[in-house]
Protein backbone atom coordinates (compact mmCIF):
# COMPACT_ATOMS: atom_id res chain seq x y z
CA UNK A 1 0.00 0.00 0.00
CA UNK A 2 1.58 3.46 -0.97
CA UNK A 3 1.88 5.50 2.20
CA UNK A 4 -0.40 8.12 2.92
CA UNK A 5 1.66 11.56 3.29
CA UNK A 6 1.04 13.63 5.91
CA UNK A 7 1.04 17.21 6.09
CA UNK A 8 2.07 19.11 9.06
CA UNK A 9 0.39 21.97 10.92
CA UNK A 10 -0.12 24.80 8.89
CA UNK A 11 1.05 28.25 10.26
CA UNK A 12 -1.94 30.26 8.91
CA UNK A 13 -5.48 28.22 9.36
CA UNK A 14 -7.40 28.67 6.32
CA UNK A 15 -10.40 30.81 5.86
CA UNK A 16 -13.69 29.91 6.16
CA UNK A 17 -15.99 29.26 3.65
CA UNK A 18 -18.86 31.42 3.73
CA UNK A 19 -22.21 29.21 4.88
CA UNK A 20 -25.61 30.72 3.86
CA UNK A 21 -27.64 32.28 6.65
CA UNK A 22 -29.05 29.66 9.03
CA UNK A 23 -32.76 29.54 10.51
CA UNK A 24 -33.08 29.72 13.82
CA UNK A 25 -32.50 26.42 15.72
CA UNK A 26 -35.16 24.39 16.92
CA UNK A 27 -35.43 23.00 20.51
CA UNK A 28 -33.90 19.48 21.27
CA UNK A 29 -36.19 16.84 21.99
CA UNK A 30 -35.61 14.36 24.28
CA UNK A 31 -35.58 10.18 23.62
CA UNK A 32 -34.88 8.00 26.85
CA UNK A 33 -33.05 11.22 28.70
CA UNK A 34 -31.09 11.36 25.04
CA UNK A 35 -30.80 14.85 23.33
CA UNK A 36 -31.76 14.97 19.52
CA UNK A 37 -31.68 17.96 17.14
CA UNK A 38 -33.75 19.18 14.63
CA UNK A 39 -31.34 19.65 12.07
CA UNK A 40 -31.17 19.39 8.27
CA UNK A 41 -28.07 17.99 6.61
CA UNK A 42 -27.35 21.20 4.89
CA UNK A 43 -27.86 22.98 8.02
CA UNK A 44 -25.61 20.33 9.72
CA UNK A 45 -22.87 20.93 7.36
CA UNK A 46 -23.22 24.81 7.53
CA UNK A 47 -22.90 24.41 11.59
CA UNK A 48 -19.75 21.86 11.36
CA UNK A 49 -18.22 23.94 8.88
CA UNK A 50 -18.50 27.50 10.92
CA UNK A 51 -16.94 25.61 14.08
CA UNK A 52 -14.32 23.62 11.77
CA UNK A 53 -12.89 27.45 10.92
CA UNK A 54 -13.74 29.69 13.89
CA UNK A 55 -11.12 31.50 15.71
CA UNK A 56 -10.31 30.56 18.25
CA UNK A 57 -10.75 27.05 17.75
CA UNK A 58 -12.87 25.19 19.92
CA UNK A 59 -13.51 21.27 20.65
CA UNK A 60 -17.15 20.19 19.34
CA UNK A 61 -18.22 16.53 19.81
CA UNK A 62 -21.01 14.83 17.45
CA UNK A 63 -23.29 12.16 17.76
CA UNK A 64 -25.32 10.96 14.94
CA UNK A 65 -27.88 9.07 16.90
CA UNK A 66 -29.48 5.80 15.71
CA UNK A 67 -31.45 3.15 17.58
CA UNK A 68 -28.42 0.66 18.94
CA UNK A 69 -27.19 3.84 20.62
CA UNK A 70 -30.12 4.42 22.40
CA UNK A 71 -30.48 0.60 23.63
CA UNK A 72 -27.19 0.37 24.59
CA UNK A 73 -27.10 3.12 26.33
CA UNK A 74 -29.59 2.00 28.36
CA UNK A 75 -27.16 -0.08 30.37
CA UNK A 76 -24.47 2.11 30.24
CA UNK A 77 -24.44 5.21 32.26
CA UNK A 78 -21.18 6.89 30.83
CA UNK A 79 -22.57 6.26 27.20
CA UNK A 80 -25.65 7.98 28.27
CA UNK A 81 -23.39 10.97 29.19
CA UNK A 82 -21.47 11.65 26.79
CA UNK A 83 -24.39 11.81 24.24
CA UNK A 84 -25.96 14.43 26.72
CA UNK A 85 -22.79 15.92 26.61
CA UNK A 86 -22.37 15.82 22.64
CA UNK A 87 -22.97 19.87 21.28
CA UNK A 88 -24.68 17.77 18.27
CA UNK A 89 -27.15 15.08 18.24
CA UNK A 90 -28.27 14.17 14.28
CA UNK A 91 -30.72 11.23 13.55
CA UNK A 92 -28.74 8.74 11.86
CA UNK A 93 -31.06 6.45 10.65
CA UNK A 94 -35.18 6.27 10.30
CA UNK A 95 -35.52 4.83 13.54
CA UNK A 96 -34.94 7.64 14.88
CA UNK A 97 -37.12 9.76 12.86
CA UNK A 98 -39.71 7.13 14.07
CA UNK A 99 -39.46 7.35 17.46
CA UNK A 100 -39.76 11.15 17.46
CA UNK A 101 -42.84 11.00 15.27
CA UNK A 102 -44.17 8.38 17.92
CA UNK A 103 -43.20 10.15 21.11
CA UNK A 104 -43.00 13.46 20.17
CA UNK A 105 -45.50 14.37 17.19
CA UNK A 106 -42.48 15.97 15.10
CA UNK A 107 -40.90 15.06 11.77
CA UNK A 108 -37.11 15.04 12.26
CA UNK A 109 -34.93 15.54 8.79
CA UNK A 110 -32.48 12.88 9.08
CA UNK A 111 -28.55 13.55 9.33
CA UNK A 112 -26.52 10.09 8.95
CA UNK A 113 -22.73 9.95 9.71
CA UNK A 114 -21.65 9.04 6.05
CA UNK A 115 -23.60 12.19 4.55
CA UNK A 116 -22.07 14.31 7.48
CA UNK A 117 -18.38 13.15 6.68
CA UNK A 118 -19.03 13.57 2.61
CA UNK A 119 -20.45 16.59 2.83
CA UNK A 120 -17.80 18.13 4.50
CA UNK A 121 -15.14 16.83 1.88
CA UNK A 122 -16.79 17.64 -0.78
CA UNK A 123 -17.63 21.51 0.67
CA UNK A 124 -13.94 22.12 2.35
CA UNK A 125 -11.38 20.03 0.04
CA UNK A 126 -7.98 21.47 0.04
CA UNK A 127 -9.00 23.55 3.39
CA UNK A 128 -9.84 20.74 5.56
CA UNK A 129 -7.41 18.67 7.71
CA UNK A 130 -8.99 15.39 8.89
CA UNK A 131 -7.26 12.57 11.23
CA UNK A 132 -8.48 9.15 10.57
CA UNK A 133 -8.68 6.87 13.93
CA UNK A 134 -9.87 3.86 13.92
CA UNK A 135 -10.98 0.30 12.01
CA UNK A 136 -8.45 -1.90 11.75
CA UNK A 137 -4.74 -1.42 10.98
CA UNK A 138 -4.58 -0.16 7.43
CA UNK A 139 -7.86 0.76 6.79
CA UNK A 140 -7.45 4.36 8.11
CA UNK A 141 -4.21 4.99 5.62
CA UNK A 142 -6.57 3.72 2.78
CA UNK A 143 -9.07 5.66 3.74
CA UNK A 144 -7.18 8.91 3.60
CA UNK A 145 -5.47 8.10 0.65
CA UNK A 146 -9.00 7.69 -1.01
CA UNK A 147 -10.24 10.71 0.08
CA UNK A 148 -6.97 12.78 -0.78
CA UNK A 149 -7.77 11.31 -4.58
CA UNK A 150 -11.44 12.07 -4.48
CA UNK A 151 -11.57 15.10 -2.08
CA UNK A 152 -8.78 16.52 -2.44
CA UNK A 153 -8.15 16.60 1.46
CA UNK A 154 -4.99 17.47 4.03
CA UNK A 155 -4.24 14.72 6.23
CA UNK A 156 -3.42 15.39 9.26
CA UNK A 157 -3.19 12.04 10.76
CA UNK A 158 -4.09 8.27 10.71
CA UNK A 159 -4.65 5.81 13.48
CA UNK A 160 -6.20 2.51 13.97
CA UNK A 161 -9.02 1.75 16.61
CA UNK A 162 -7.75 -1.23 18.69
CA UNK A 163 -6.09 0.56 21.40
CA UNK A 164 -6.83 -0.31 25.09
CA UNK A 165 -7.43 2.24 27.49
CA UNK A 166 -4.27 2.53 28.83
CA UNK A 167 -3.56 3.99 25.49
CA UNK A 168 -6.32 6.62 25.01
CA UNK A 169 -4.00 9.85 26.63
CA UNK A 170 -1.21 9.09 24.06
CA UNK A 171 -3.80 8.26 20.64
CA UNK A 172 -5.63 11.74 21.67
CA UNK A 173 -2.18 14.04 22.47
CA UNK A 174 -1.45 12.31 18.76
CA UNK A 175 -4.51 13.71 17.56
CA UNK A 176 -3.96 16.75 19.73
CA UNK A 177 -0.92 17.57 18.04
CA UNK A 178 -2.06 17.14 14.19
CA UNK A 179 -4.33 20.49 14.35
CA UNK A 180 -7.28 18.55 12.44
CA UNK A 181 -9.90 20.39 12.11
CA UNK A 182 -12.09 17.01 11.70
CA UNK A 183 -11.59 13.78 13.99
CA UNK A 184 -12.76 10.78 12.43
CA UNK A 185 -13.61 7.94 15.30
CA UNK A 186 -14.28 4.69 14.19
CA UNK A 187 -14.29 2.37 17.51
CA UNK A 188 -17.63 0.92 17.96
CA UNK A 189 -20.69 2.15 19.20
CA UNK A 190 -20.18 3.80 22.90
CA UNK A 191 -16.44 3.13 23.10
CA UNK A 192 -15.93 6.18 20.34
CA UNK A 193 -18.38 8.26 21.35
CA UNK A 194 -16.97 8.10 25.32
CA UNK A 195 -13.88 8.62 24.27
CA UNK A 196 -14.48 11.61 22.24
CA UNK A 197 -16.02 13.28 25.10
CA UNK A 198 -13.60 12.40 28.00
CA UNK A 199 -10.84 13.54 25.42
CA UNK A 200 -12.05 16.63 23.87
CA UNK A 201 -9.91 19.17 25.58
CA UNK A 202 -6.68 17.23 24.80
CA UNK A 203 -8.20 16.46 21.04
CA UNK A 204 -8.75 19.75 20.72
CA UNK A 205 -10.14 19.77 17.47
CA UNK A 206 -13.22 21.81 16.19
CA UNK A 207 -15.20 18.90 15.13
CA UNK A 208 -15.16 15.52 16.20
CA UNK A 209 -17.58 12.96 15.20
CA UNK A 210 -18.26 8.97 16.14
CA UNK A 211 -18.75 7.40 12.63
CA UNK A 212 -19.10 4.45 12.76
CA UNK A 213 -17.92 2.25 9.84
CA UNK A 214 -17.77 5.43 7.84
CA UNK A 215 -13.74 5.01 7.44
CA UNK A 216 -14.42 1.39 6.32
CA UNK A 217 -16.33 2.57 3.54
CA UNK A 218 -14.64 5.21 2.53
CA UNK A 219 -11.40 2.77 2.28
CA UNK A 220 -13.45 0.53 0.13
CA UNK A 221 -13.56 -2.39 2.98
CA UNK A 222 -16.92 -1.66 3.80
CA UNK A 223 -19.72 -1.50 0.90
CA UNK A 224 -21.87 1.63 0.96
CA UNK A 225 -25.50 0.93 1.09
CA UNK A 226 -27.98 0.95 -2.33
CA UNK A 227 -28.91 5.01 -2.61
CA UNK A 228 -32.45 3.48 -2.64
CA UNK A 229 -32.13 2.14 0.75
CA UNK A 230 -30.12 5.47 2.14
CA UNK A 231 -32.99 7.70 0.79
CA UNK A 232 -35.76 5.73 2.67
CA UNK A 233 -33.27 5.45 5.77
CA UNK A 234 -33.08 1.53 5.93
CA UNK A 235 -29.75 0.45 4.70
CA UNK A 236 -29.25 -0.65 8.69
CA UNK A 237 -31.68 -3.54 7.40
CA UNK A 238 -30.07 -3.67 4.41
CA UNK A 239 -26.73 -4.48 5.73
CA UNK A 240 -28.24 -7.07 8.53
CA UNK A 241 -29.77 -8.76 5.83
CA UNK A 242 -26.95 -9.83 3.83
CA UNK A 243 -23.73 -9.66 6.92
CA UNK A 244 -24.39 -12.83 9.41
CA UNK A 245 -21.71 -10.93 11.46
CA UNK A 246 -24.51 -8.37 11.85
CA UNK A 247 -27.43 -10.55 12.49
CA UNK A 248 -26.82 -10.55 16.27
CA UNK A 249 -27.41 -7.14 16.48
CA UNK A 250 -31.20 -7.47 14.89
CA UNK A 251 -32.55 -8.40 18.26
CA UNK A 252 -31.32 -4.39 19.37
CA UNK A 253 -33.55 -3.11 16.61
CA UNK A 254 -36.50 -5.55 17.91
CA UNK A 255 -35.85 -3.84 21.34
CA UNK A 256 -36.07 -0.54 20.63
CA UNK A 257 -39.27 -0.84 18.50
CA UNK A 258 -40.60 -2.14 21.96
CA UNK A 259 -38.99 0.43 24.18
CA UNK A 260 -40.50 3.26 21.71
CA UNK A 261 -44.20 1.48 21.57
CA UNK A 262 -43.89 1.04 26.02
CA UNK A 263 -43.04 4.41 26.24
CA UNK A 264 -45.86 5.62 24.25
CA UNK A 265 -48.53 3.61 25.99
CA UNK A 266 -46.80 5.29 29.30
CA UNK A 267 -47.29 8.82 27.89
CA UNK A 268 -50.39 7.72 26.36
CA UNK A 269 -51.46 7.35 30.23
CA UNK A 270 -50.29 10.25 31.66
Known sequence: MRLVRLLPPPVLQ????MASPQPSPQP?????????????????????????FRAPRAPHTVVTLNPEFIVQSRTHPEFVQAIQEADLVTADGVGIVWAA???HGREVPRAPGYDIVKGLMERHGADLRVFFLGAKPGVAEQAAQNAVRDYGIQVAGVHHGYFDLPEDR???ELVGSSQAHLVLTGMGAGRQETFNQYWRQVLGAPVIIGCGGVIDVFAGTADLAPAWTRKLGVEFIWRVGLDRRRWNRAPRLAQFVRLVQAEKRRAGGR
Open 14 to 17: SAPR
Open 101 to 103: RQL
Open 170 to 172: RVA
Open 28 to 52: RLTLFDLPLDVITLPATLDRLGEWM
